[in-house]
């Protein structure tokens, strides 16, 4: 079992950074694949990016790549979503997830452990 809390969202205005926090429970964190989500109000949730548990580069959604970066600590149970020039449309909550899926997975279902989510908010 995985217990994630994400913290760190919060109000920015456009070309503003944030920086999200998703700390883990349990001693079983880096068998875990990682990977960022969000969902806009009247939207589906969609993948951000992932990042493996065998490292190796981490993988992202073309509407953020070179914006943001996911990164892992294994040593303190936590993955990071650094998000830098927001737009408007990065207004979503955030959720972090946990797979043990060995090969990429940008889907929601194939996550089984979800955090609470953290709302972001960019101002134009």
């Known amino acids: 079992q995985v217990q994630l809390v994400e913290s760190g969202g919060g109000l920015v205005q456009a070309g503003g950074s944030l920086r999200l926090s998703c700390a883990a429970s349990g001693r079983t964190f880096n068998n875990y694949a990682m990977g960022w989500f969000r969902q806009a109000p009247g939207k589906e949730r969609e993948f951000v990016a992932r990042?493996?548990?065998?490292?190796?580069?981490?993988n992202y959604a073309d509407s953020v790549k070179g914006r943001f970066t996911i990164s892992r600590d294994n040593a303190k149970n936590t993955v990071y979503l650094q998000m830098n020039s927001l737009k408007p449309e990065d207004t979503a909550v955030y959720y972090c997830?946990?797979?043990?899926?060995?090969?990429?997975?940008?889907?929601?279902?194939?996550?089984?452990?979800w955090g609470q989510g953290t709302q972001v908010t960019v101002s134009s």
């Open positions: 990042d493996s548990q065998y490292g190796g580069t981490p």
């Open positions: 997830a946990a797979t043990g899926r060995h090969a990429i997975a940008v889907v929601p279902s194939l996550y089984i452990y």
